[in-house]
Every structure is written in structure tokens, then in C-alpha cells.
């Protein structure tokens, strides 16, 4: 299961070491950055994104966006 987190630009700016060790470790997989409740950018280990990125070369177009969806439906911790 992926593991998710919300956080602000705001403390993304001022923990930022601690978010880079944090995708080092795996925990969490992603940090979703929200501003006024709304997603603005996803940050993420760089093995983490090549994988996507292979997934979605290698995959027909109805499976790769089933993946995307089931990403985009994973929980998601609160800050």
C-alpha cells in the first residue's frame, strides 16, 4: 500500500531536508503539496517515478490510466 501526506508549501519550504530523508526511508511514498485545499504538486522518491514512468511506457493506454486512478484513490495521511 503507498502512503501518502499532505503538506503546505509553507512547511515543504521549511522541512525540506526532512521531507528528502523521509522519501530516502519510503515513509512516506509521496507528499501531495496542497495550497487552499487544492493539489498544486506531488513530490517523490526518484526510483518511485522512474518505476511510473516505466509503467506508463510499457503499459496500453486503458491499464496505465486504471493504475493512475487507483494511485490517486490511495489514503491519505494528514499533516
Not at 503546505?8 to 501531495?32: A, T
Not at 513530490?43 to 490510466?65: C, G, K, N, Q, Y
Amino acid at each position: 500500500m503507498m502512503i501518502l501526506e499532505l503538506i503546505s508549501p509553507r512547511r515543504l519550504k521549511r522541512e525540506l531536508n526532512k521531507v528528502i530523508k523521509n522519501l530516502e526511508k519510503g515513509n512516506p511514498d509521496i507528499y501531495i503539496v496542497s495550497r487552499k485545499g487544492k493539489r498544486v504538486a506531488y513530490v517523490m522518491a526518484p526510483d518511485l517515478f522512474m518505476d511510473w514512468l516505466h509503467r506508463v511506457d510499457h503499459a496500453d493506454s486503458d491499464e496505465a490510466i486504471r493504475a493512475l486512478r487507483e494511485q490517486r484513490s490511495a489514503p491519505t495521511k494528514a499533516p
